[in-house]
């Protein structure tokens, strides 16, 4: 398969990035892998970090996430408030989070969850990014739940073993509060990389929805 790069960033030297997430650790569930090649390939990359609801040690978990997953790479760190599971119910509010962004910072890349996302703080957030962030490349991952909402993604992300592993270790690491649900475990992140990656020609791989792309040649 032919293997499309991202191109140039808009001003020469380094990729913007701007990175929703509805929940403390949706981001790196999401795009964990992509980011820690993204800051490894492209180390002047900029990413502002944006969480809509971070309250107490959700809230630290958050900070002390961003810092070791992108080192210098954290350009701006936005974490608010807003209420978990509650997000539609104040979208005046989300909406002025996301356009304060993009005044600025105007991105070559957002990453952001997907409009077909079942829980309702991540479409929420998903619309808003369309909203908001008009001209850039989005790219909607995906998280694995209950509501059973896997898709059939467009856009793929190869990963090594060692990316994967340090994603996992990662996530374990700097998100204890979540480690005793059900859901939260190696087996599961493991297996949806395994199944993206199968379907990329890769061993592993994280994927995304890619709604709109430009072909530059
Ligand atoms: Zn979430």
């Known amino acids: 398969m032919i293997e499309l790069s991202v191109g140039p960033p808009a001003d020469g030297i380094a990729y913007r ?60 760190l936005h974490l608010h408030a807003m209420r978990d599971g509650f997000v539609p119910g104040d979208w005046a509010g989300a909406k002025e989070v996301l356009l304060g962004v993009a005044r600025e910072v105007r991105p070559d890349i957002v990453l952001a969850p997907s409009t077909a996302d079942l829980h309702q703080d991540h479409r929420a957030l998903a619309e808003l990014a369309w909203q908001a962030f008009r001209g850039a490349l989005i790219l909607e991952y995906e998280i694995p739940k209950w509501d059973g909402d ?23 690491r700097h998100f204890v509060s979540q480690v005793g649900k059900p859901w939260f475990d190696e087996e599961l992140f493991r297996s949806v990389l395994r199944l993206r990656g199968v379907e990329c020609g890769s061993r592993y791989a994280e994927a995304f929805f890619a709604r709109k792309l430009v072909l530059g040649w």
């Open 150 to 172: 896997v898709g059939r993604p467009s856009v793929y992300v190869p990963l090594t073993d060692e990316v994967v592993t340090a994603k996992v270790e990662h996530l374990h």
């Open 17 to 76: 990035v701007v990175a929703l997430g509805a929940h403390s650790d949706d981001l790196e569930i999401g795009a964990g892998g992509t980011l820690l090649r993204l800051v490894a390939e492209h180390p002047r990359t900029q990413v502002h970090w944006v969480v809509l609801s971070a309250v107490g040690e959700r809230r630290a978990e958050a900070e002390s996430s961003v810092r070791a997953l992108l080192g210098p790479c954290a350009a701006a």
